[in-house]
């Protein structure tokens, strides 16, 4: 019987074992690995070298830059049309489950293939946005290869597949909210903008939060769109820091410098992740 309970006790981490084996294998140890590489020069030494230079250079400085313009841009864009279409399928109405059906299926696209089709509908020559856009007489614009655009038609496509994954957070936030809540509100004769600036966004706040932490990391490591569709381009517009770390290791082939950068955005990631769990503790405990 007491080797019964001994077998219970280790039966649990027995199962998990595996599953830990493959996350150090395949996460934890690419990640030491690569900052070990970042702080390596040339023989092998260890050196800050990597670092210095790519703060002199002013392609990372611009990939720095295009990456924080993109986050500037595309997180408020995102947390905004998220909360607005939850709050829209939220609403009791006939044939509210087929519009929230429909506001989730471009999340049901992969970000690549989403990539490809709007670069086709977004084709300078024979896209249908600009086939659309002649009917009134408006001419012709390079919506991915000019530098003015480009890296806005990047975010409106990461945002029309996103948008629909952050609103159901938003939406499970919403529906945890009581209705008595909102039915005292109405007896003290609150109105739409008051219940939603006084009752929905403050009882939204760790829904809220968590959802700024998780857009902004996942954005620090967008990649496919601009592989697909710009290649960096027009003019290093969309050059964002994970394309750089992929040019420096598969053009340049220089992994060192490739290691320094996917560094350097772990930091960032990380120091979100920590701004997350500040804000997110409970003040009371």
């Known amino acids: 019987m007491h080797r019964i309970n001994i077998t219970n006790k280790w039966l649990p981490y027995a199962m998990i074992l595996p599953t830990f084996v493959l996350i150090c294998v395949f996460k934890i140890y690419p990640i030491f690995n690569t900052v070990f590489k970042s702080f390596q020069d040339g023989n ?13 250079d002013k392609t990372f400085i611009n990939s720095l830059w295009v990456t924080l313009k993109f986050n500037l841009i595309i997180i408020p864009v995102q947390v905004i049309i998220a909360f607005s279409m939850a709050l829209l399928v939220n609403l009791q109405i006939p044939g509210v489950k087929a519009f929230r059906t429909i506001f989730y299926l471009p999340f049901c696209i992969s ?42 038609s990047i975010i409106f496509i990461c945002s029309w597949r996103g948008c629909a994954y952050w609103m159901m957070f938003f939406l499970a936030g919403l529906k945890s909210i009581g209705k008595d809540i909102y039915e005292a509100s ?16 403050p009882l939204l706040k760790n829904t809220l939060l968590f959802i700024l932490v998780a857009n902004t990391t996942a954005n620090f490591l967008l990649f496919a769109p601009v592989q697909i569709a710009t290649e960096g381009g027009p003019q290093g517009s969309t050059n964002v820091l994970m394309y750089e770390a992929y040019k420096s290791a598969f053009v340049y082939s220089n992994q ?30």
């Open 111 to 152: 970000l690549s293939i989403a990539t490809v089709i709007w670069e086709i509908l977004l084709n300078i020559n024979n896209g249908f946005v600009n086939s659309f856009l002649s009917l009134f007489g408006i001419s012709k614009i390079g919506f991915l290869i000019d530098k003015r655009y480009a890296l806005l």
């Open 44 to 56: 092998g030494h260890l050196s800050i070298t990597n670092y210095t230079n790519l703060f002199v």
């Open 256 to 285: 060192r410098r490739e290691s320094a950068i996917v560094s350097i955005v772990l930091l960032i990631v990380v120091a979100i992740c920590i701004i997350q769990q500040v804000l997110l503790k409970d003040k009371e405990e």
């Open 186 to 201: 109405l007896v003290d004769g609150a109105g739409f903008w008051t219940r939603l600036f006084r009752i929905t966004i």
